[in-house]
């Protein structure tokens, strides 16, 4: 049974992922290796945490020892590397944690799999030729757009926050262990996640819970920030297209095709709701509030996923319209309206 390390399983991308991965591949061991920090939650992993095919492991991706001891114990063949600090109004108060998690972890995780699974630069030890390390990444690390324009693979990094730029180090050093090791590696970048199991701090979930609290619903600045949606359950199925079928060294965009501005998410996130949880007559949209922008906020993004479409066969199964809809019915559910 072939051994793959998931980082940062118990977040929400990790947890979406590892779900598809542990039912869709019973001959893998799955092996997820998270620190349950506040965007880890076990909670998220009750749907496979029985099945054989998986193997949980609390711990910290900086931590060396540990991780050598992971490779080692559950002969590791592969790894698909999730686990970041991710938050960026957090990365504006407390870089010193991204810099640390983010670099310093991925390090971490490359050069001991650089040290298990080869023999030296461009030559992998017996029984472990083609074992691969794809990262997960963001499309933050283009930097921001104007009215027009899409990222791709070609486009320059311009990261413009601590959470960004701690991104785009990682992608350079993923970059490195291939060009100078030999390592097969391949760097996914995606575009704004949601769908089910999002930590609550986030936009949607924020929106949901403060509409159904009676409380403010907070939009940053003037909230015609635009974001390429992609839901959750889409990324998962490019992420392991990614992992089987990419070419070493090779960066994919993964985005949605679903530019919407924070004004139309939380208007149309209000609308399910006076649909599904009705008010007295009255609109939750009354409750809207704009408060003071995020320091630097980038203004747009938007990828252009022609190369994991075209190449890899790679296409998204939902639109912004049914994916919200699955997304608001599940937050439903979770807060017990």
């Known amino acids: 049974m072939k051994s793959i390390l998931v980082t940062g399983g118990a977040g929400f991308i990790g947890s979406n992922l590892i779900k598809h991965l542990v039912f869709k591949y019973p001959d893998y061991n799955i092996v997820n290796l998270d620190l349950l920090t506040y965007a880890g939650n076990s909670e998220n992993l009750k749907s496979v945490e029985n099945e054989r095919n998986y193997t949980f492991v609390h711990g910290d991706i900086c931590d060396r020892e540990l991780i050598e001891r ?14 970041a600090e991710s938050h960026v109004d957090n990365s504006i108060s407390h870089p010193d944690i991204f810099i640390e998690t983010n670099i310093k972890g991925t390090f971490t995780l490359l050069d001991v799999a650089y040290k298990y699974w080869m023999e030296k630069p461009f030559e992998y030890k017996k029984g472990f030729e083609n074992n691969k390390f794809l990262h997960v990444s963001t499309d933050e690390v283009y930097g921001t757009l104007g009215a027009t324009g899409l990222f791709t693979e070609e486009t320059p990094y311009a990261p413009n926050s601590p959470y960004s730029a701690s991104k785009a180090s990682s992608d350079m050093l993923v970059r490195s262990y291939h060009h100078t090791y030999g390592m097969e590696t391949v760097i996914t970048n995606s575009s704004n996640n949601y769908g089910p199991k999002q930590h609550d701090e986030k936009l949607i979930p924020t929106v949901i819970r403060k509409a159904l609290s009676g409380e403010n619903i907070p939009v940053y600045g003037d909230g015609k920030n635009i974001r390429d949606w992609l839901y959750v359950l889409d990324h998962c199925k490019g992420i392991d297209i990614a992992y089987h079928k990419g070419k070493s060294g090779e960066v994919y965009n993964i985005g949605g095709k679903n530019e919407q501005n924070n004004n139309y998410i939380v208007a149309k996130i209000c609308e399910l709701l006076d649909q599904k949880v009705p008010k007295n007559g009255k609109s939750y949209k009354a409750q809207i509030s704009y408060v003071e922008d995020r320091a630097g906020h980038d203004f747009r993004y938007a990828i252009d996923a022609t190369k994991i479409e075209t190449k890899l066969g790679w296409k998204a199964a939902e639109n912004f319209d049914s994916g919200i809809e699955k997304t ?4 439903l559910k979770k807060y017990e309206f």
Do not use: K, N, S
């Open 70 to 83: 992971v490779f080692q114990h559950y002969y590791i063949h592969g790894v698909i590397h999730l686990a």
């Open 328 to 331: 608001v019915q599940w937050y």
